[in-house]
C-alpha cells in the first residue's frame, strides 16, 4: 500500500549471520551494496502466481487495453438485470487483471529502483488502470441512479448479482455526490480522487509532485558531524544526524534543515496552498461541507472519528509533557528542544536477530492470535512460500512494504539487518500480510479492499504483542529500559505527532475554506502553536521550528495521518483484549480481519470490540505510555544516557513503513 517515505541511513551495523536458513538456503550476511544477484534466491519473494515473465505481463497489459473498450457495450442498459450482472463481472475482471499489471510492475521496479524499464512498465500499468476507470465510469453514474426498488428487484432476477451488493451499497451511498456526466468529466480529467478505485491509493496531485520535484533538486547546505566531519545534510542524514549524543550537532544539522525550508516557503507553501485549495475544490463541486469530511466520506469514517482522535489526544497532552520532562532528566539538559526529541534514552541492547531467530520470536509472540493465525504466519515466514524479500541490495527501495493484490499471496519488502528494530517491523508488515490473506480467503474481489483506517490496526497490533512479549522476557535492567523507550518514541511518534499532524491538516483546510488565505507566516504560526501546546511549558521552541510543516510528505499527500494514530491505538487496545480474553477476543479480531471490506470500517472495528467514535481505544493506548513512563522514569532518571542507538525507526518523517 501507499507507504511513508523511509528516510533511516543504515550505518556501520555490525552484523553476524551465525544461524544456517531453512532449507537450501545458504547462510547470508547482509549487504546493502550487494548487487540483487548476490543475495541467494531462496530469500527473495516470487512473481510467478502475478506473471511467469515480462513478456506474459505485457500481453496481460494489451488484453485490459483491447477488452475495455468493450465495456461501452453496457452504457444506458444496466437497469436490466442480465445485463448488470454482465458488466459487473466484466469490469471486475478486468479491474482484478488491471490490479495484477500494476502490482507486477511495482514489485520489479521495487527490486530495481533505478532500471528504466521497470520505471516504464510502472507508468504503462498505471495507463491501463486509468484507462479502465475512465471506460467504466458510467458504471458509477447509472448504479447510482437506479430507483431503489428496481436494484432490489434487479437482485431477485440475478442471483449472480449478490457478490456486487456492498459494492453497489458503497456507490449509491454516495449517489447525492455525482454530478452530470459533463460535469464527471471535467472532474475526472483533474485527477478527482474522491472517487478512485485504486487499492489504499491516490492518484499523486500536480502539487505532491511538484513538492517530491522540490525536495529533490534542492542543494542542502553543509553541517559537521560527531566527529567534526563536514556532511552535505540530506533528509536521511537528519535522521542519524539528530540521534546524535552531542547537542551542538543535532542542534546544527536541525537549524540548518529548518533553514534550508524557510529558504524556501514560499514556493513551499503555494505547493501546499495549492494541494489545500484542490482539496477544497473537489469536496465543494459534490457539495461536502468540508474537503475533510469529503476525504473521510469516501471510506464511509464519519467526521467523529477524526474529532474523537484530536480531542482525546488532547485531553491526554499532560503524559507527553511528563515525557518532554524525562527526556531532559535522562538527558541532562536545562531544555529540550526539537532537536533534542530523538536522541535514544537508553542505550540499545547489544543484540543481533538474524532472521530464523526473528521467526520463531515472532511466532511465540503471536500466539495469543490462536492456531490458525499462527499456521498461516508460519507458511509466510518460510521464504520458501515466496511472499518475502528479505535482505537489501544496491537498487533497492528502503523501507518495508507490504504490497497485496487479490489471488496470489501477499508480497512483504524488508530491508533485514538483523536488529531488534527489524524485528519489530516484520511484525508490522506481517500483520498486514496476514490481513490480505484472511481477507482473500474469506471475500469475493469486490468486497476484498480494506480502507486506511483498518489497515495500520493488523500491523500495530502485531508490534504491540510483540513488545509486550519482549517486555515479559527482559529480566536485565538495562534491556527494559531499552524496550520501555522504544515503547515511548512509537507511541509519541505515531499517536501524538500524527495526531499533530491531523490538528494542523484540519486547521489549514478550515482557514482556508472559510476565506483566509495561507501565507507561509500563517502555516508557520499555525505550526509554532500546536507544538507549543503538544510538547507543553518545559519545551522550548527555536525560531524556525515552525517550519516543520513544510517538509512533511503527507501534508501534500492529505488526510491520512491520522489512520496511524488510530491505527496505533486500536492496535493496542485489540492487543489488550485478547490478553485478557483469550481466544474468543482473538476470534473476533480475526473475524474483523477477514471481513476485508464487506462492511463500513466502524462496524468491521466494532467486530473486534473497539468503537472509534469513542475515547476509550486511544485512553488504552495512553494507559500503555503512562505505564511505560511510570517504569522507564524508575529506571533512566539519574542513570544518564550511555551510548546512542545504531538504527533510526520513525521520526520526522514518521515510521518509514506502511
Ligand atoms: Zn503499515
Known sequence: MRGRIWLSILIGLACVWAVAGAGDLREYEPDPNAERAAVPDGYKWDLAPLYPSAEAWEAARLEILREAPSLARFEGKLSDPAELGDCLRLYFRLHREASHVAMYANLRQNVARADDAASRRVQQALGAMDELMRRAAFIRRETAALPAGALENSFAAEPGLAEYRNYLANLRRRSNRILSPDAERALALLGDNLWAEIDLNEIPSPLEDAFNGLMADMTWPVVRDQRGREVRLSMAGLSVLRRAPEREVR???????FGMLRRYQHVLGATLGGQVRLDAAYARARGYDSSLEAYLDRDNVPVAVYDNLVGTVNRNLGLLHRYVELRRKVLGLPDVRVSDLYVPLAAEVEESVPFTGARSTLLAALKPLGPEYGAVLAEGLDPASGWLDLYPHRGKQSGAFTFSVYGPHPFVLMNYMNSLDDLST?????????HSHFAMKSRAYPDFRYVSMIAEIASTCNESLLADHLLAGADSPARRAYLLAERLETIRTTIFRQTLFAEFERD???????????????????????????????????????????????????????????????????????????????????????????????????????????????????????????????????????AGRKSDAGGTFGPGRS
Do not use: N
Request: glycine share 12%; net charge negative; aromatic share 12%.
Open 426 to 434: 516484520l511484525a508490522h508488515e506481517y500483520g498486514h500480510a496476514l
Open 251 to 257: 542542534r546544527e544539522a536541525y537549524e540548518a534543515y
Open 508 to 642: 489549514i483546510h478550515r482557514m482556508w475554506e472559510a476565506g483566509t488565505p495561507l501565507t507561509p507566516a500563517l502555516l508557520d504560526e499555525t505550526y509554532r502553536g500546536l507544538i507549543a501546546r503538544y510538547y507543553g511549558p518545559g519545551f522550548t521552541l527555536g525560531r524556525d521550528d515552525g517550519m516543520e510543516w513544510a517538509g512533511v510528505p503527507h501534508f501534500y499527500y492529505k488526510y491520512y495521518v491520522w489512520s496511524y494514530a488510530t491505527g496505533l491505538s486500536s492496535g493496542i487496545a485489540i492487543a489488550d483484549r485478547i490478553r485478557a480474553g483469550g481466544e474468543p477476543a482473538a476470534e473476533a479480531y480475526l473475524e474483523m480481519l477477514r471481513g476485508g471490506g464487506s462492511a463500513p470500517p466502524l462496524e468491521l472495528l466494532k467486530r473486534a470490540g473497539v468503537d472509534l467514535t469513542r475515547p476509550d481505544a486511544i485512553e488504552a493506548a495512553m494507559s500503555v505510555f503512562e505505564r511505560a513512563l511510570d517504569e522507564a522514569e524508575k529506571l533512566l532518571v539519574g542513570q544518564g544516557r550511555r
